[in-house]
């Protein structure tokens, strides 16, 4: 289970990295809203409102959102990787560098947004994925 515990810890920093964006989304978005006076409508559309905060404000909130949506790929493949018993160092190194992209990413996003850079580094960490999902799906149906 060692080789377990290794592939589960990418996993648990991936989830932690999440909560920090959760805590950095809301750390700005609550004073941005305060500062303008804006009064929350339920019956405005949805994302209207947050629309009109500053850029610099919902790209936060962007990155927190991305996080919710691919990296569940990443989890349900490092788990049932650990589950099928494949915890290699290359299964290992991928997902820490999927990790470390998916980080970089959210830093860039979150900072200063240049979409060129995001595009690139959301590519890059479709490397190690895609290979971590091709051993899973491999080993699952060998």
């Known amino acids: ?4 515990i290794q592939l589960i810890q990418p996993v648990i920093v991936l ?23 804006m009064k929350l409508d339920p019956q405005a559309p949805r994302g209207q409102q947050m629309s009109e905060l500053p850029a610099k404000v919902r790209w936060k909130a962007d990155n927190y959102n991305h996080l919710m949506e691919q990296p569940t790929i990443f989890y349900a493949t490092a788990l049932s990787l650990v589950l099928l018993g494949v915890v290699t160092e290359t299964v290992i190194y991928a997902a820490w560098a999927y990790v470390a992209l998916r980080v970089i990413h959210s830093l860039v996003q ?10 690139t580094l959301f590519f890059l960490s479709n490397v190690p994925l895609i290979m971590l999902v091709c051993l899973a799906a491999s080993a699952a149906f060998q």
């Open 110 to 119: 979150a900072l200063v947004n240049k979409i060129e850079v995001r595009f």
């Open 15 to 37: 989830v932690i990295w999440s909560m920090v964006m959760w805590a950095w989304m809301y750390a700005t978005r609550l004073p941005a809203v305060a500062a303008m006076k």
């Open 1 to 4: 289970m060692e080789n377990g």
